[in-house]
């Protein structure tokens, strides 16, 4: 029988700096939240603390500290996480002063990574990321791990890890960076064979929970996995999407975004983040129902300008409209809404058909539908044109081979003497 591990009990932690406004420490927490349960915690208290200035010890104050201390006893707390990333000291020092075990931001998020990560590719980065995270706090860590017991933020590496020195643990993100450096390189030479193919490729992007998944599968007829949970798609997906007259492209899913996304996570997973780079198109998807859908816009909008993908365009993709009463009024923005925006349920598929309009005008703005007659003794030619047009549909008859592609102009001068005036004689 299968042992069921019970749910560790989690207080949550916010301090305000300045003049932060209450409201957006709670959403700020309830974000958090839901984050620890992604990572499988119960949040059984939240507790919020102003304060003119970070204390370099503790980070909060001395009082709150005590105060955290007394809470964990009364509810039983096995876990104390902050919605701020932590020192190694003050990490430290919360533990020995609170007696329990101290989690930070980042910390949860690498661990939900951890757990997430199915393919090498992902697990590798992560294991990259963690070590990063953790080799400035290693000192005198493999006690407080013993005495604090696992959990989360001890998964991926694991704790055996954790307690070597400093020489192998640097050794090992030296073995890690070499392996994920031969990923990247495999990367790019598959994006170079795709910049040479005349196939397109959008990448889906966004926050995390915004429905990627959901309109991935809704433009491929997927059945991937979707899921409420934060961070349900880790590894990238690749599949193609076709138009009804043969026209296609390849789509890909992608990470959820986060606001202040650990820099470990940006830098340890580059090789990911460079098939955004190297889109044709990106869609943003948004979930429009969102009270802080604004905000987690600019979120992605500034880690997009971060990784350099300012010159890709970009369709705003307002989605989960089924859950807002105006849908009939936002449907209609579609017909007069500007190129870049569109407004759609991607669960319903109300306002799918706008998207991929819109996808098909700026994927193929400078191509143009051409025929050609290839004679039977220069039909070697034939397989050539899969590199510079996209092949929709071919004839065959006694006399050679009728082609309909797609195809920028300038790429059919070698080709002129085989063009026919298709529309009258397909």
């Known amino acids: 029988m299968a042992r069921v591990l019970k749910m560790e009990q989690a207080i949550l932690v916010h301090l305000a700096t300045g003049q932060t406004d209450r409201s957006e420490a709670e959403e700020s927490m309830e974000e958090l939240a839901s984050l620890a349960a992604a990572a499988g915690a119960q949040v059984v208290d939240k507790v919020f603390q102003s304060r003119p200035r970070i204390s370099p010890r503790c ?8 105060e955290l201390s007394r809470r964990k006893e009364e509810l039983r707390a096995d ?3 902050f919605d701020h990333n932590l020192t190694p000291i003050q990490q430290k020092n919360l533990e020995d002063l609170i007696g329990s075990k101290v989690v930070d931001r980042t910390q949860l998020i690498l661990d939900i990574f951890a757990q997430r990560a199915r393919s090498n ?25 013993s005495r604090l017991g696992g959990g989360i933020g001890t998964r991926g590496p694991g704790e055996k890890k954790l307690e070597e020195d400093r020489r192998r643990i640097t050794d090992r993100i030296s073995r890690l960076l ?22 397109p490729t959008v990448s889906l992007v966004g926050y995390t929970n915004a429905g990627k998944s959901t309109l991935f599968n809704a433009l491929c007829r997927e059945t991937m996995l979707t899921s409420p949970a ?11 999407v076709d138009f009804p007259d043969g026209l296609h492209f390849f789509l890909s899913d992608t990470v959820g975004f986060l606001k202040r996304l650990p820099f470990e996570l940006v830098s340890s997973f580059q090789a990911t983040l460079e098939e955004i780079k190297e889109a044709d198109c990106l869609c943003h998807v948004i979930d429009f129902s969102s009270r802080t859908a604004e905000e987690q816009t600019r979120a992605v909008e500034t ?22 009463p105006s849908k009939k009024e936002l449907l209609d923005r579609n017909i ?7 407004y759609l349920s991607a669960r319903t598929g109300e306002g799918m ?74």
């Not at 697990?123 to 706090?137: C, D, F, G, I, S």
């Open 336 to 342: 007069s809404a500007e190129e870049r925006t569109v």
């Open 303 to 324: 880690i997009l300008a971060e990784i350099g993908s300012g010159n890709v365009p970009i369709i705003k993709v307002f989605n989960k409209i089924d859950l807002l």
């Open 121 to 145: 590719e992902g697990k590798l980065q992560v294991e990259l990321a963690q070590l990063n995270y953790r080799l400035p706090r290693l000192v005198g860590k493999g006690k407080a791990l």
């Open 79 to 81: 876990l104390i996480i």
């Open 353 to 426: 058909a706008s998207l991929k309009d819109k996808i098909r005008s700026i994927l193929f703005r400078d191509c143009r539908i051409f025929y050609l007659r290839i004679p039977k003794d220069k039909k070697e030619l034939i397989p050539s044109f899969r590199r510079w047009a996209i092949i929709l549909e071919t004839r065959e008859n006694a006399d050679g081979s009728e082609i309909k592609v797609m195809a920028e102009p300038k790429s059919m001068l070698n080709y002129l003497p085989y063009l026919i005036q298709g529309e009258n004689h397909w």
């Open 59 to 66: 980070f909060i104050g001395e009082g709150k500290t005590e």
């Open 230 to 240: 934060l961070f349900a798609t880790l590894d990238p997906v690749l599949r193609r």
């Open 178 to 199: 070499k392996e994920i450096q031969g990923i990247q390189k495999r990367r790019e030479s598959q994006r170079q064979n795709r910049r040479e193919s005349p196939v």
